[in-house]
């Protein structure tokens, strides 16, 4: 059965409801101060141009870091991009990410991101213009030192006519604070 908008919605704030009740669970016996000194700031920023063409994006996030190998977080992305004469986008949406390190040089990941993708192209293309919601679920593995990670993902539900992303393959570096 296909997602619907509102049923990628409704598993995101579920998904989302569950992981902060965990994580108020398991530090309800802690002081607020140590809650801080496991939480992890970090995120993207992203700027693209050519010749008639941009893009920007900012994407902020924080973990929080249960252990030496485990990692619990969420984040939030805005996209703009243009194309002169062609069309307009923006993208907004929110994503959870799981983290695990089986030894600290390796990190598996596992992200779902939740966007909402409006296009709106130039009348002269006779193309209607979009409003969706895009769900990605990516898997990926990266090499980690201290606060950096390098690696690659996969998008187990990439549509090549919906995504934003080119490939369903994507290298990610991430840095967290």
């Known amino acids: ?7 990628n919605l409704f598993l995101f704030l579920l998904i989302a409801s569950f ?8 530090n309800a016996s802690s002081a607020s101060s140590d809650f801080w000194t496991h939480v992890r700031f970090g995120g993207g920023i992203g700027l693209s141009f050519g010749d008639g063409f941009f893009s920007g994006t900012l994407a902020p996030s924080a973990i929080y870091e ?6 619990l977080g969420v984040g939030l992305n805005a996209t703009y991009n243009t194309q002169k004469n062609f069309y307009k986008s923006t993208v907004f949406g929110g994503s959870l990410i799981g983290l695990y390190n089986p030894i600290q040089e390796i990190q598996l990941s596992a992200e779902f991101e ?16 979009e409003n969706y919601w ?27 006519y ?13 840095v967290y604070f």
């Open 1 to 7: 059965m296909p997602f619907t908008p509102y049923k």
């Open 19 to 26: 992981s902060l009740n965990t994580l108020a669970q398991l």
């Open 66 to 71: 249960f252990d030496d190998q485990f990692a």
């Open 114 to 129: 939740e966007l909402n993708v409006s296009r709106n192209w130039e009348e002269r293309f006779a193309i209607a213009d």
């Open 134 to 160: 895009y769900p990605a679920l990516f898997v990926g593995i990266g090499y980690r030192s201290r606060n950096v990670a390098i690696g690659i993902r996969y998008d187990v539900l990439y549509d090549k």
């Open 162 to 174: 919906k995504s934003i992303y080119a490939d369903a393959w994507a290298p990610f570096v991430r």
